[in-house]
């Protein structure tokens, strides 16, 4: 992987030379959140060199800072997918530029599917642990020892304390393991049995690059799905974008709760 994305100048000039503490990167639907948490106007991620635009609707393609409870903090309200025709590294510029800009913890969300009626659809639901399913890495390539080691261990990824957290803000939150696809097409209802079968309880098309770069880098991450829909074939209704972004935009109160207590905890 490449190292530690150089941070734009448009960052460091928003950020008015503030050290960055936390990133927090939103997924489908989620862009609202950012608002709530963050009055500063942003700055639109055409505006960042190097950033790439999420074409895809309900990803606002915006950069957001300022304090929440006091922690400086990034927001990211939307992201760039592998389905888009982008890279890996392409993929995780955001995280590699908030760790460049001091941050240390990571905060990932996204939309996804859940393979088991266990789960709360409309809920957010920590992620313990990925099956990287997408036949690439963002580790691929050339390694600089300085940075991070060529074999990493991914043994504990999402960080168990900041899981602890989060539920001390929210005792009702589950947890499950997310399997992460290229997409850009939903799983057919074999692939959710499949999927279910390798012990994955949520799917989605994001996030495992970000968190793997982010580790590699020795940032702390946080990984937060909020449930969009039931997987293929366990419902009886065709599966649609815009399903899943309104099931983030009616999840956004709680997220929003959530990261207003989690985040001015990890000020320390």
Same mark, same amino acid.
């Given at each position: ?56 609707a ?23 997918h ?46 313990a642990?990925h ?14 020892d ?11 990824? /999402? ?15 589950q947890?499950?393991? /997310? ?6 097409? /939903? ?7 499949m ?13 495992v ?6 580790? /590699? ?28 972004t ?11 709760a959530?990261?207003s ?8």
């Open positions: 992987m490449s190292p530690n994305a150089p941070v734009p100048a448009v960052i460091q000039r928003h950020t008015q030379g503030h050290m960055a503490k936390v990133a927090v990167v939103l997924g489908s639907g989620l862009s609202d959140v950012a608002k709530g948490l963050i009055s500063a106007d942003p700055i639109s991620y055409a505006e960042i060199d190097g950033m790439p635009v999420s074409g895809v309900g990803h606002e393609g915006s950069l957001y800072f300022g304090e929440v409870g006091e922690v400086p903090t990034l927001i990211f309200a939307g992201r760039a592998l389905y888009e025709g982008r890279t890996p590294d392409q993929v995780t510029y955001a995280v590699r530029a908030a760790i460049g800009a001091g941050v240390r913890t990571i905060i990932l969300t996204n939309a996804a599917g859940a393979t088991t009626d266990a789960l709360e659809v409309g809920a957010p639901c920590l992620i642990d099956i990287n399913l997408t036949g690439q890495n963002p580790l691929t390539g050339p390694n600089d300085k940075e991070g080691p060529r074999f990493l261990d991914l043994t504990q990824i /999402y960080a168990s304390e900041l899981r602890d957290l989060a539920r001390e803000v929210d005792a009702e939150l947890e499950g393991v /997310y399997a992460g696809l290229p997409g850009p097409t /939903y799983e057919t209802p074999a692939e959710v049995r999927l279910r079968s390798l012990g994955a309880d949520l799917v989605g098309m994001s996030t690059h970000e968190a793997i770069a982010a580790h /590699y880098l020795k940032a702390k991450v946080l990984g937060i799905s909020v449930v969009s829909n039931k997987a293929a074939g366990l419902s009886t209704e065709p599966l649609s974008h815009d399903e899943v309104e099931a983030g935009r009616s999840a956004a109160d709680r997220l929003h959530l990261l207590g989690v985040i001015p905890k990890l000020g320390d």
